[in-house]
């Protein structure tokens, strides 16, 4: 599984909630709650925005840079690369 896995499940698939959902149980060891899927959703946000250092509440009580769990969760994938 992976990277190569996800993007390829994105191409078909456009529930982020479970392609989160599936990135999250399926390409981590052991598998990250499904707890973590709005905080990435707002990392993932946040970094397409460019606001890479904006803060996340996450749901073990930690708070983190939207980059850092972006980086921590391997969501690179969730991404979008813009042209300048």
Do not use: Q
Request: with cysteine; proline share 5%.
């Amino acid at each position: 599984m992976g990277r190569m896995w996800i993007e390829g499940l994105m191409e078909v698939e456009n529930n982020v909630d479970k392609l989160l959902a599936i990135h999250l149980t399926g390409n981590h060891y052991p598998p990250i709650s499904l707890d973590f899927v709005p905080a990435c959703k707002k990392a993932i946000k946040y970094c397409n925005n460019g606001k890479y250092d904006k803060k996340i509440k996450m749901p073990n009580g930690l708070t983190r840079t939207a980059s850092f769990i972006v980086d921590g969760l391997h969501l690179e994938s969730f991404i979008m690369e813009i042209d300048n």
